[in-house]
């Protein structure tokens, strides 16, 4: 794995050994436990249409493999998907190349283009009531009850921290359905299957959901016109593992209902995309992408030490660290901003506003923001 080697149980995928490894592999539709978006498919008997191959789910967990081909021999390189591909002993498995890269990036925005996404983009995104849209975005294509914390825009934050893929105010029917605690919107439903797997595979869910094919994309939906006739329990780990806003249980009795079911439920530990604070070491840094930007530099306990904008992320970041007032920073974060001035002008205002001063490597001046603290 990467290098390294790693020793599974028998009957692990290839997914399974690289967490073993430590190598965190890209995933939409694999939850542990549950499997992943092609078992869900195929228990709702979505097959080939006509010559194409079989829906396979998100996609993005592709790896290379040598050590065998297709048909099993020895010798061969190929891509598979490492969530529904048996580790076997002798396997070379390659979990980052420039092509693999590419790849999920092909995957991702197919992912992204029937789902409202311009939460991920969004200027107000760390600090957004969401009472009123700032920018006017139509009511179709806007921000979820997840906003700021759900689990795509994180997985969209490490697969494309360099915003290749376009964020877009992609618009869908934003028509929400409750019952009892769970609020379904179906607009917002990626297709991933996870719901559908806890559903059919854990003992106390009722086996009520299943993935269909509509318009030509996948969504899960109850088998028969409600959760309750089509035999739910409302166990709540549909929403438990709902990675994007398409289940949830809102409002405070919502969140202390699904704290409950939580505490029921014998779900394992997700994971999730490493934290997008990165440490500052050589390799990450080589990771940071030539575009236009911001970043931010903190030190071993989170104290943002820096905040800067370039056109050039790794030169800019490099150039930080070599000021006086970085000497201590170990982590770094980023993100691509064509306007970088503007976005560094933002994010210093709010720094400013919610610490009461600007962070001690940007010697602008206390009093820049005098006029908005």
């Given at each position: 794995?990467?290098?390294?080697?790693?020793?599974?149980?028998?009957?692990?995928?290839?997914?399974?050994?690289?967490?073993?490894?430590?190598?965190?592999?890209?995933?939409?539709?694999?939850?542990?436990?549950?499997?992943?978006g092609a078992c869900a498919i195929e228990a709702s008997g979505i097959a080939a249409a006509g010559g194409d191959a079989a829906p396979d789910g998100c996609g993005l967990c592709v790896v290379r493999v040598e050590g065998e081909n297709q048909e099993?021999?020895?010798?061969?390189?190929?891509?598979?998907?490492?969530?529904?591909?048996?580790a076997r002993p002798g396997m070379v498995v390659t979990t980052d190349t420039p092509d693999l890269e590419s790849e999920r990036l092909e995957r991702l925005e197919e992912i992204l283009v029937g789902h409202p996404h311009i939460c991920l983009s969004c200027p107000d995104r760390d600090g957004c009531s969401r009472d009123e849209c700032t920018f006017a975005i139509p009511i179709q294509a806007r921000c979820c009850d997840e906003f700021g914390r759900c689990e795509l825009g994180r997985l969209v934050a490490h697969v494309d921290a360099g915003g290749r893929v376009p964020r877009r105010a992609v618009g869908a029917g934003r028509e929400a359905v409750g019952e009892g605690m769970i609020r379904r919107e179906p607009g917002l439903c990626l297709g991933c299957g996870r719901c559908v797997n806890v559903c059919r595979l854990s003992p106390r869910a009722?086996?009520?959901?299943?993935?269909?094919?509509?318009?030509?994309?996948?969504?899960?939906?109850?088998?028969?016109?409600?959760?309750k006739t089509s035999g739910c329990t409302f166990c709540g780990q549909c929403v438990l593992v709902c990675p994007a806003g398409a289940l949830t249980a809102p409002g405070e009795r919502g969140a202390r209902w699904l704290e409950r079911c939580r505490q029921r439920s014998d779900l394992e530990?997700?994971?999730?995309?490493?934290?997008?604070?990165?440490?500052v070491e050589e390799a990450e840094l080589e990771r940071v992408p030539r575009l236009s930007g911001v970043f931010l530099l903190a030190d071993e306990t989170g104290r943002v030490l820096r905040i800067g904008g370039a056109a050039d992320l790794p030169l800019g970041i490099a150039r930080a660290l070599d000021e006086p007032a970085c000497a201590t920073a170990r982590r770094f974060r980023f993100e691509a901003a064509p306007l970088f001035t503007q976005r560094e002008s933002e994010l210093l205002a709010r720094f400013a506003q919610q610490e009461g001063h600007l962070p001690p490597g940007n010697d602008l001046g206390d009093d820049l923001f005098s006029d908005d603290l």
């Amino acid at each position: 794995m990467d290098g390294a080697a790693v020793i599974v149980p028998e009957g692990g995928t290839i997914l399974e050994a690289c967490d073993r490894a430590g190598r965190y592999v890209p995933r939409l539709c694999s939850y542990p436990g549950l499997g992943c978006g092609a078992c869900a498919i195929e228990a709702s008997g979505i097959a080939a249409a006509g010559g194409d191959a079989a829906p396979d789910g998100c996609g993005l967990c592709v790896v290379r493999v040598e050590g065998e081909n297709q048909e099993g021999e020895v010798g061969g390189k190929v891509r598979v998907l490492a969530c529904c591909t048996p580790a076997r002993p002798g396997m070379v498995v390659t979990t980052d190349t420039p092509d693999l890269e590419s790849e999920r990036l092909e995957r991702l925005e197919e992912i992204l283009v029937g789902h409202p996404h311009i939460c991920l983009s969004c200027p107000d995104r760390d600090g957004c009531s969401r009472d009123e849209c700032t920018f006017a975005i139509p009511i179709q294509a806007r921000c979820c009850d997840e906003f700021g914390r759900c689990e795509l825009g994180r997985l969209v934050a490490h697969v494309d921290a360099g915003g290749r893929v376009p964020r877009r105010a992609v618009g869908a029917g934003r028509e929400a359905v409750g019952e009892g605690m769970i609020r379904r919107e179906p607009g917002l439903c990626l297709g991933c299957g996870r719901c559908v797997n806890v559903c059919r595979l854990s003992p106390r869910a009722g086996r009520s959901l299943h993935v269909v094919m509509s318009d030509g994309r996948l969504r899960a939906e109850p088998k028969q016109e409600t959760l309750k006739t089509s035999g739910c329990t409302f166990c709540g780990q549909c929403v438990l593992v709902c990675p994007a806003g398409a289940l949830t249980a809102p409002g405070e009795r919502g969140a202390r209902w699904l704290e409950r079911c939580r505490q029921r439920s014998d779900l394992e530990t997700p994971v999730l995309p490493p934290d997008e604070w990165r440490t500052v070491e050589e390799a990450e840094l080589e990771r940071v992408p030539r575009l236009s930007g911001v970043f931010l530099l903190a030190d071993e306990t989170g104290r943002v030490l820096r905040i800067g904008g370039a056109a050039d992320l790794p030169l800019g970041i490099a150039r930080a660290l070599d000021e006086p007032a970085c000497a201590t920073a170990r982590r770094f974060r980023f993100e691509a901003a064509p306007l970088f001035t503007q976005r560094e002008s933002e994010l210093l205002a709010r720094f400013a506003q919610q610490e009461g001063h600007l962070p001690p490597g940007n010697d602008l001046g206390d009093d820049l923001f005098s006029d908005d603290l």
